[in-house]
DNA sequence: GTCTATAGGTTGATAGAC
DNA sequence: GTCTATCAACCTATAGAC
């Protein structure tokens, strides 16, 4: 492995994802990543003009290879997929990807936050992805209405994006629970709540 | 019923319910506030002392009374509630609080930031609920461990940190989303999704 | 309790030399 | 492309008059 001397840019990209992840966007200075980046302050507003459009970049460089691979798993378990497989494929991406400079964390920023900005990216990127994956639950769970499907699906990213912010503190929340567990063991149980939610009966 | 002239204390909590729910806590400045509330500026350390002790402020106001109430409808379930009476006391006060001055876009927020000192307010005020409900969940999933019902609470909690935040974007991101319904219904469709999450084989 | 005034520091963004 | 220097605006917090 030869250590790339990153440029300028994804210096700039790299420590504001990290820094967006663990602070917030707005308690984020653009000093603040200049600062982690060892670069310059006016390199920032030289390659992305604005703090906004920074952050647009930080967030789409994360999210697409996601939303591929989510895609991309769903190919591979062919034309009739199971649930389980569905939502593997919708979740393992997002909660088994490297956190190399942060990633993890700046996801679960992502989903969290209600903000206006944020929000209009949601849906950039995240509308073909719900497309796809609410008609594949359709194949498996037939009698469930499209509408029914698509509250469940939200359901599910909020438990999934919980996992991403919060998992962390479980251990001090409550005394007595266990060491976290590996990743895999934590998606496992959360496919099993999720699957036998989206296969509960409709109207209760 | 008589239009109460708020005190400035009471105002600013107001304001400040309002503005730190509608942009976060970094975003929103005192000055905001104090414009909202048409108080004074000073008017702010002299009655908290500073920001980060106005948030506490902000925070405890709309969470206690919530808690009570989850803590009250469980009681008065019996001392044998099933799983649907169970969630049904964990989520309806949270999700059919009267939303006077931005409580429920508040709550969302709470929930959703994963910064320090938000993190030790969930530490304070949600051990307890924690502790009791699953405590009451044991008892109708005796089969359970307790450690797998901690994480399908999180799920849960997820899933309805997820419906304050998001769920009125639901219509705009999915073509075809039909209106959305009122709170009872989704309530309902969240009850039904998470009993059936919880209800769930361990170990899959 | 409420106000004005201000201290002391930070912010995003840019102009202009190299 | 990268730097220094700087602007104008904003921030939290406090001192001190009333």
Same mark, same amino acid.
């Given at each position: 492995?030869?250590?790339?001397?990153?440029?300028?840019?994804?210096?700039?990209? @790299?420590? /504001?994802?990290?820094?967006? $992840?663990?602070?917030?966007?707005?308690?984020? &200075?653009?000093? @603040?990543?200049?600062?982690?980046?060892?670069?310059?302050?006016? /390199?920032? +507003?030289?390659?992305?003009? &604005?703090?906004? !459009? #920074?952050?647009? &970049?930080?967030?789409?460089?994360? *999210? %697409?290879?996601?939303? #591929?691979?989510?895609?991309?798993?769903?190919?591979?378990?062919?034309?009739?997929? +199971?649930?389980?497989?569905?939502?593997?494929?919708?979740?393992?991406?997002? #909660?088994?990807?490297?956190?190399?400079?942060?990633?993890?964390?700046?996801?679960?920023? *992502?989903?969290?936050?209600? @903000?206006?900005?944020?929000?209009?990216?949601?849906?950039?990127?995240?509308?073909?992805?719900?497309?796809?994956? !609410?008609?594949?639950?359709?194949?498996?769970?037939?009698?469930?209405?499209?509408?029914?499907?698509?509250?469940?699906?939200?359901?599910?990213?909020?438990?999934?994006?919980?996992?991403?912010?919060?998992?962390?503190?479980?251990?001090?929340?409550?005394? $007595?629970?266990?060491?976290?567990?590996?990743?895999?063991?934590?998606?496992?149980?959360?496919?099993?709540?999720?699957?036998?939610?989206?296969?509960?009966? %409709?109207?209760?």
């Amino acid at each position: 492995m030869i250590a790339k001397p990153a440029d300028t840019k994804t210096r700039i990209l @790299d420590a /504001a994802e990290k820094l967006f $992840g663990k602070s917030g966007f707005d308690a984020t &200075s653009l000093r @603040d990543i200049t600062a982690e980046a060892d670069v310059n302050l006016a /390199a920032v +507003n030289y390659h992305f003009q &604005s703090k906004e !459009s #920074l952050i647009d &970049s930080v967030i789409a460089r994360r *999210i %697409e290879p996601v939303n #591929l691979k989510r895609l991309a798993m769903l190919e591979s378990a062919g034309p009739n997929p +199971n649930l389980e497989q569905i939502l593997i494929a919708f979740m393992a991406p997002v #909660l088994n990807q490297q956190d190399l400079s942060g990633a993890i964390e700046l996801m679960a920023r *992502i989903f969290a936050t209600p @903000d206006m900005f944020v929000t209009r990216l949601f849906k950039t990127h995240f509308t073909a992805i719900v497309e796809r994956f !609410s008609e594949a639950i359709g194949k498996t769970l037939p009698e469930l209405s499209r509408t029914e499907i698509l509250w469940r699906l939200h359901f599910t990213g909020g438990a999934m994006a919980h996992v991403l912010a919060r998992s962390h503190l479980l251990p001090q929340m409550m005394p $007595g629970f266990p060491e976290l567990p590996d990743r895999q063991t934590v998606l496992a149980r959360l496919v099993t709540y999720a699957a036998a939610g989206f296969r509960a009966t %409709e109207g209760f």
